[in-house]
């Protein structure tokens, strides 16, 4: 019980944002893993990695936490056990999001960007935007990831570029989502309507990260009713064994199956 109450015994707005992120994840695996790559159900998953980015980046704490390389480990390890691919680098590569945010929070805890001018941001940017598809083949997300913990700091420290920022980072994963998952998908087989369909609601749920991120402050909430607060904070400050128990879980279910 004490370690639900580590960051406090009250609902804050990061445990909203991380059951949000949580719940999406969920259903993107699910739709991944057990619903033949269910387009739908990713699509409301590509929800889940900027939210959890953005909280790397906002939480101002960058102390490197043994955890996440643990179980990042761990998940490749899982990973590469069941992998079907005859290619060796598939049954590893892209690496494990938590290890991405390991390197997010190692750069960010030894550059911090917000003392950055909006010229140098740009530019930043701009490299950051260019790398996005070509780091996520080396590990989940990659420079998009990067992208949105740079626009966390910078909005929690009240930088003027902050809201651009977010802004131009939202579109470019964006584009990269449409390209990846929608695009180049050679699984997908969609008419042109359920085609412009799909478009349309992951643009939806990219405008909805958007304003997500934009208005986002740490404040806690006062939920008083039991039966929400006591959940949300064990969803939430469990996050990470969640992830990693449910995944491996998933992978080891269809790999056994298959």
Not at 36 to 46: E, H, L, M, S
Not at 197 to 223: E, M, S
Not at 239 to 250: G, K, R, T, W
Request: glycine share 6%; with cysteine; proline share 2%.
């Amino acid at each position: 019980m004490k370690r639900v109450y580590r960051y406090g015994s009250e609902v804050n707005s990061h445990d909203l944002v991380k059951v949000l992120a949580i719940s999406a994840m969920v259903v993107d695996h699910v739709g991944f893993y057990f619903l033949d790559d269910n387009i739908w159900f990713r699509i409301v998953g590509r929800m889940a990695a900027p939210l959890f980015f953005f909280l790397v980046g906002y939480s101002g704490s960058y102390r490197f936490k043994s955890q996440l390389v643990y179980f990042g480990v761990f998940l490749v390890v899982i990973n590469y056990i069941t992998n079907s691919s005859d290619n060796i680098i598939d049954h590893i590569l892209p690496l494990n999001i938590l290890l991405c945010f390991v390197a997010v929070k190692w750069l960010l805890g030894r550059v911090d960007v917000a003392r950055w001018g909006t010229s140098g941001l740009v530019v930043l940017l701009c490299t950051l935007a260019v790398l996005a598809i070509p780091t996520s083949i080396l590990v989940e997300y990659g420079a998009a990831g990067l992208s949105y913990a740079i626009g966390a700091r910078l909005l929690q420290q009240k930088h003027p570029f902050a809201k651009a920022w977010i802004s131009v980072a939202v579109f470019a994963d964006f584009v990269m989502e449409l390209l990846l998952l929608l695009v180049w998908n050679e699984h997908l087989d969609m008419n042109p309507k359920l085609f412009a369909l799909a478009v349309v609601f992951l643009f939806i749920v990219y405008l909805t990260v958007l304003a997500l991120l934009i208005r986002h402050d740490f404040r806690t909430l006062g939920v008083r009713a039991a039966l929400v607060r006591v959940p949300t904070m064990y969803v939430s400050r469990y996050s990470l064994e969640i992830y990693v128990i449910h995944l491996s879980a998933f992978r080891l279910i269809t790999w056994y199956w298959h």
